[in-house]
């Protein structure tokens, strides 16, 4: 597979997206989101591949969808050709994705964060939805996924004003799960997704579905979700062997991976 926008590794089990058009602060346009969600598809398809990391540059993550882009586009154009619709490959990933934000994670590059499973970012990132600045709102997920993650009162400020949110403020906000330096942050999120990928694949599936259960359903709902989805992992070796290990005081060796 070629990629022009975006750089593609493996580093041991874990698959790396390094986010790659450093002229426009990796502005996510149509070919770059079009390249990820390929990228995506390949390692849910690797199976040497367990957990996903999705990173940008120094400064940044992606400064938003490309204005350039959608400049000259009309109502119709947007609504006929719905081109957020394919970013949406990043939410529907089944393998856990880690954004590893440094720098500018704007508009569509905070929302793609957002999609990721859970992000890790340097102390030098900056997270906001500016598009009120550009006369539009967010359109993949900032007004959703925002205010889910960090509540009505700070969602509606970043949204309302456009004002950006330092990384100290985003993890107290819990947008963020962990501030790094920022020369620790790739390295950071690839040991994440290494301990991750080293876990029974059914159970870190299972567990992912689990989590996002949360925002889809009421909380019976997704409690008997959960009970039924750990009551099913002790049909899988993985469980006796994760047990096993612990009663033996080794570590386990999971197969299923
Ligand atoms: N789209 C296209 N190009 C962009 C871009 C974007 N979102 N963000 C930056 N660039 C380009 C700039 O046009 C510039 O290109 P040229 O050198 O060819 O002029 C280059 O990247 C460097 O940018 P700046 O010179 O502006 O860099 P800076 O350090 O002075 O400022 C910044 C950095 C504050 C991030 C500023 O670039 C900026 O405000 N960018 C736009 C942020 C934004 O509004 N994002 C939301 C986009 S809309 C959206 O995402 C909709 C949605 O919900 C899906």
Redesign the pocket.
């Known amino acids: 597979m070629v990629f022009e926008n975006i750089i593609v590794e493996t580093r041991g089990r874990v698959g790396l997206i390094t986010l790659n058009r450093p ?3 990796n ?2 346009n149509g070919a770059l989101m079009e390249e990820v969600g390929n990228a995506l598809e390949a390692f849910q398809a690797d199976k040497g591949v367990g957990a996903v990391v999705i990173t940008g540059s120094e ?2 993550f992606a ?8 400049a000259g586009l009309s109502y119709p154009d947007t609504y006929l050709d719905d081109f ?1 619709t394919r970013w949406d490959r990043v939410a529907q990933a089944r393998k856990p994705i880690i954004a590893a934000v440094g720098g ?1 994670a ?4 905070c ?1 793609v964060a957002m999609m990721c499973d859970f992000i890790i970012a340097a102390d030098t990132a900056k997270f906001g ?3 009120i ?2 006369g ?1 709102i ?3 997920g ?1 007004t959703q996924r925002l205010t889910r993650a960090i509540g009505k009162a700070k969602a509606m400020d970043l949204c309302l004003t456009g004002r950006l949110m330092d990384a100290t403020e985003a993890e107290r906000a819990g947008l963020v799960a962990r501030v790094v330096p920022a020369a620790e942050l790739v390295d950071t999120a690839i040991k994440a997704a290494e301990e991750i990928a080293s876990f029974s694949a059914p159970a870190v599936l299972l567990a992912k579905e689990a989590v996002n259960r949360a925002f889809e359903t009421s909380l019976a709902e997704g409690l008997r979700f959960e009970r039924r989805t750990f009551q099913a992992l002790f049909g899988t070796p993985d469980q006796k062997e994760g047990m096993g290990a612990f009663v033996e005081k080794r570590k386990a060796e999971f197969k299923s991976r």
């Open positions: 002229k426009a602060l502005a996510l400064k940044a400064a938003g969808a490309d204005i350039k882009e959608m957020i500018f704007l508009g569509g590059g929302e939805q500016p598009e600045k550009l539009v967010p359109g993949a900032g």
